[in-house]
Every structure is written in structure tokens, then in C-alpha cells.
């Protein structure tokens, strides 16, 4: 298919672990966004890379969360020693230029990471 | 900073019934403004947004938004709701290059 897709779909974690979540943008879009929606919220920005480069991980939440895009294509969310906090949907979305205003974000089903 | 705020978490209708879904915003900066549908197991989708060219705005699947400085307000509508229309909304805003904040959503419902 031609849109963002995510994988896992669904990972459980036992607190303590560490877990990586994919993310396969559009092929040929510069930018990806990580966001974080937790049950019952709107989406809230982790981080965000143009092309290999990470421009913006404000929203990270702690140092357990790292991502990477080494070669400006797929992207990769780690988190380690997962907390029963972390639990939520994590989405990734890719646009095909820089800047959310006039370069549409596209958006892959999420992963729901759930922490017992 | 910028933030939104969707009044109401649930909104149930009946089939042809108008559409209304309230945002309101905050900004320090003029707002862009966008209004995302989520349906079940699938990735968010854009609906409409507001770029400060027109104040009422057109999007897919027939509903629409007016830009309202006065109301800080984003709203969204349609004459007439659809089975298909069921689904989770979400407002954002934008102050400009890459920073998007999302309202909490409104799930829509609609009665047969």
C-alpha cells in the first residue's frame, strides 16, 4: 500500500522491558512526526526528523524514550524499561515537505503499546 | 503557546441530522487550524484546515468549518449526518512550522 504503516499493531510489555516500535512512512516524504495519544486524549507530539535528522524531540517524555530515522526512511521509537505510564497508542505520521501548515500529515493506524 | 479545547467528549445524532462539533482555541499567534476524523483501526485523516485565506472552510465528505476571531472558534458542521460520518474528531492548532497541538476529541454517533 502507498500510506504510513506501523508495526507492531499491538505490543504488550511486562514493566521493565524495553520495546521498539516501527514506523514505514510514504516513500519520498521528508518529515515524520512521533506522537503519543494516550485512551480517551488527542494526540500529543514526541518528536520530529526531516529527512535523517532529528529536529525537535521536545515532547519526549523522559531519556527511556530515544527515536532514530538513520537513513531518512523508516523510523524506529524505543522506549526502555517500560513503565505502566507508557501505555498508549503511539501513532507516526509523514508529510511530504517540512512545516504541518501546507504539507498534509499522513497518518499510520498507531501501535497500542500496553505495560502490565 | 498555543492550545484547543473540544467542548463535549461524546455527541450523538440522528441520521440527516446537522452536524455540530465545537472547538475553541488558543493562541498568541494567528492560528492554524485543522479538523482530523479517526476511524476504528485506521490513521487519523485530514479533513479540512483553516490558513487564514477564507473563514468558512470546505472539506471532504461534506462538512465544513468557520474561522470565528471574535468566538475563538473552530467549529465543524454538516447539514446532514450519514451512518458513515460515526467516528472520533479531532481539532488542532498550529502556530506554524512543525508544532501541532490536538484537542482531547469528540466521538460522534449516529442513530438510525
Known amino acids: 500500500g502507498a500510506g504510513v504503516s506501523q508495526s507492531p499493531r499491538y505490543k504488550v510489555a511486562k514493566r521493565g522491558q524495553d520495546v521498539a516500535l516501527r514506523c514505514d512512512p510514504i516513500s519520498g516524504h521528508v518529515s515524520l512526526f512521533w506522537y503519543q495519544q494516550a485512551l480517551g486524549q488527542g494526540p500529543e507530539f514526541l518528536t520530529y526528523?526531516?529527512?535523517?535528522?532529528?529536529?525537535?524531540k521536545s515532547g519526549l517524555p523522559s531519556d527511556r524514550f530515544f527515536a532514530e530515522r538513520p537513513e531518512g526512511s523508516v523510523s524506529t521509537l524505543k522506549i526502555q524499561r517500560t513503565q505502566q505510564e507508557d501505555s498508549a497508542v503511539y501513532l507516526c505520521a509523514s508529510s511530504l515537505g517540512a512545516g504541518v501548515v501546507y504539507n498534509e500529515q499522513f497518518f499510520g493506524p498507531g501501535t497500542r503499546l500496553t505495560v502490565l | 503557546a498555543q492550545s484547543v479545547t473540544q467542548l463535549g467528549s461524546h455527541v450523538s445524532v440522528s441520521e440527516g441530522a446537522l452536524v455540530l462539533l465545537r472547538c475553541n482555541y488558543s493562541s498568541s499567534v494567528p492560528p492554524y487550524l485543522f479538523w482530523y476524523v479517526q476511524y476504528p483501526n485506521q490513521g487519523l485523516q485530514l479533513l479540512l484546515k483553516?490558513?487564514?485565506?477564507?473563514?468558512l472552510v470546505k472539506g471532504i465528505n461534506g462538512f465544513e468549518a468557520e474561522f470565528k476571531k471574535s468566538e475563538t472558534s473552530f467549529h465543524l458542521t454538516k447539514p446532514s449526518a450519514h451512518m458513515s460520518d460515526a467516528a472520533e474528531y479531532f481539532c488542532?492548532?498550529?502556530?506554524?512550522?512543525?508544532?501541532?497541538?490536538f484537542g482531547a476529541g469528540t466521538r460522534l454517533t449516529v442513530k438510525p
Open positions: 526528523f526531516q529527512n535523517e535528522a532529528q529536529l525537535d
Open positions: 483553516y490558513t487564514s485565506a477564507a473563514t
Open positions: 488542532a492548532v498550529s502556530g506554524g512550522i512543525n508544532d501541532m497541538r
